[in-house]
């Protein structure tokens, strides 16, 4: 007689096949329904693929959640969006009912419908993984104990990605309230454990993961979990834990030799890499979208806050890239990681120069926006405008580690100007569309968000060496991603150079390196925090013109009302 555990375990499939998530691995012809035990299951390599596959597809599905549904809302927008969104790499041009704006403006809600779902997500899909965990005996066979580890990987992934969003960093201390941790179907008893619990966990669910995975293969594609995509995320762990020789051995191990090149795809080969995700040898994992998820023809996914297609008008292209990461990526344009993804929209007209500089707004939040007007170019080198209060100014050029930046006076303070041609705004906002999660199979709207890839292992162990001083090593790793992106010479960072670029140590090197490889992809703002260093978000936007301090109690979302005033476990701090 079946449990009334196998029975939810059952209908879990059956939901699964029903909303056609499955696809062609989804079949219930394997035994009669009233055959079906729990011991036919575990011994059913298909069908345990199947509930897997569900597992997976959590993180990329919109799911009914308390009686409504959006397209919009799946983890994979929502949780990208929730990272992102509080960091310094992107602003949004206007005020949204969506709960991005929140996220945005650290306006944070226990009730907010994205802190709610993307908690609930994650745990239902650790739930699933737990189901098919506990299915499978091990050692029964390799495949069998590869298809255990590509759900202990699950478990680990989601584990860590709740305890960035709801939690303090792990170098905060180990006894600070963590997030619930879930390693088995039961979920009669319901407990906040402290930091360092969770982490524990995640490091012995991926070294489990890693073991079991060894002899088996891979199932398919990129979105599917392997061995080598939970060493990866297990140097992301280690990083986060400040187990910096153990970071530089993993990696060594994976590379086994092989130059760290060689796992990357090539200078001519980048500029298609974010379309080919799934695919491209340099992705370890991402979350697998095709055009059979109906995210190919609308605007639901995380790119269309990003773009606006220009040929179908897809995309409400709505968020653009920060001042400060502007910034950044502009001191070397040639840069494919800026050139091939980042792009600047222009009006028809664009033989003059226009000044612009961030003015102090209404709105109560402090925010600014932007005075643009038309500019005149000097003989030496200035560029004469009229600025907000009709007085005539003259930006000039100055040298500020080694880039150059204009600066006028105005009001009577020196403040930073930023001369160019005229650009396509909203809202006063320049309009920079960004396509690092667009255009695979063609379609602007479509792409597989990679999560996990070898671009930021390197960087993982490069910050490792820094940490530890072993700083030549650490600019080796930035100058081969460097290299990859098309910078060469004076580009590329040396112990001689990186002073008189306004680095006061190779740690800093690495961390905007971080920021220029990963940007856009969920990572700045944890890498800013667990580093105990404050966010500067005084440019241009809707935001409140602040630096926001590391132990800020709202660079933690709060834990949702749903489970506060169910499970009665205590909530964050500040909330």
């Known amino acids: 007689m079946r449990t009334k555990h196998f029975q939810s375990v059952t209908l879990l499939m059956l939901a699964l096949c029903s909303a056609g998530v499955l696809l062609s691995s989804c079949d219930l012809n394997y035994f009669p329904q009233d055959e079906v035990t729990s011991e036919a299951l575990s011994q059913n390599y298909e069908g345990l693929c199947t509930m897997t596959d569900g597992n997976y597809s959590m993180l990329k599905d919109n799911m009914e959640y308390k009686g409504s549904s959006s397209t919009s809302y799946t983890f994979c927008r929502r949780g990208l969006e929730m990272a992102e969104f509080s960091s310094d790499e992107l602003i949004i041009s206007g005020r949204t009912t969506s709960t991005i704006f929140q996220a945005y403006t650290y306006e944070r809600d226990a009730s907010l419908q994205n802190v709610r779902y993307v908690w609930w997500c994650l745990y239902k899909c650790i739930l ?59 979920t009669e008893e319901t407990r906040r454990a402290t930091v360092g619990e969770v982490y ?34 297990l140097t992301r762990v280690y990083l986060y834990m400040e187990e910096n020789q153990k970071v530089i051995d993993l990696v060594g191990e994976m590379l086994g030799g092989a130059s760290p090149e060689s796992k990357l795809m090539s200078t001519a080969e980048y500029p298609t890499y974010f379309a080919n995700t799934l695919t491209a ?21 995380y790119a269309g806050m ?20 502007l910034d950044l990526f502009q001191r070397y344009p040639q840069d494919l990681r800026y050139s091939s993804y980042v792009h600047p929209q222009y009006p028809a007209d664009t033989t003059f120069y226009v000044a612009r500089y961030a003015i102090k707004g209404a709105d109560y939040r402090d925010a600014r926006s932007n005075h643009i007007i038309k500019a005149t170019a000097n003989s030496d080198g200035s560029f004469s405008f009229v600025d907000a209060d009709g007085n005539n100014v003259v930006a000039k050029p100055e040298l500020v580690n080694t880039y150059k930046e204009y600066y006028a006076t105005i009001g009577g303070e020196k403040t930073r100007v930023r001369i160019s041609r005229p650009m396509v705004t909203r809202n006063t906002f320049p309009a920079f569309y960004v396509s690092k999660f667009s255009y695979q199979d063609g379609l602007p709207m479509l792409g597989s968000p990679s999560m996990i890839r070898w671009a930021e292992v390197l960087l993982n162990r490069a910050e490792a060496e820094a940490k530890l001083g072993q700083d ?46 990963l940007a856009f992809e969920g990572f700045r703002t944890v890498d800013v925090y667990r580093n105990k260093r404050s966010l500067d978000r005084r440019y241009a936007g809707i935001h409140t013109w602040e630096e926001i301090d590391c132990h800020d109690t709202r660079i933690l979302y709060p834990i949702p009302y749903d489970e506060i005033s169910v499970s009665g476990i205590p909530q964050n701090e500040g909330y």
């Open 128 to 186: 699933g993984a737990n189901q098919v965990i506990e299915f499978i005996k091990e050692g029964e066979s390799d495949q069998m104990d590869y298809l255990k580890g590509e759900n202990l990987f699950l478990r680990a992934f989601c584990h860590l990605y709740l305890c960035n969003l709801y939690a303090w960093p792990y170098s905060y201390g180990r006894e600070n309230p963590g997030v619930v941790i879930r390693t088995s179907t039961n």
């Open 472 to 517: 030549a090593a650490a600019l080796s790793d930035v100058n081969v991603l460097r290299k990859r992106a098309g910078l060469s010479g004076d580009a590329l960072m040396t112990a001689s150079n990186i002073a008189a670029r306004g680095y006061s140590s190779t740690l800093d090197v690495v961390l905007d390196e971080r920021r220029l490889e």
């Open 281 to 301: 040898k340099e992705t370890l994992w991402c979350i697998a979208y095709t055009t059979l998820d109906g995210g190919a023809l609308g605007q639901s996914l």
């Open 200 to 233: 524990d966990q995640i490091v012995t669910d991926l070294q489990d993961a890693i073991r079991l995975m060894a002899n088996g293969t891979r199932r398919g594609n990129n979105g599917y979990a392997s061995r080598e995509a939970a060493q990866a995320l």
């Open 306 to 325: 990003l773009l606006s297609d220009p040929v179908t008008g897809l995309g409400w292209g709505e968020a653009y890239p920060s001042e400060t990461q």
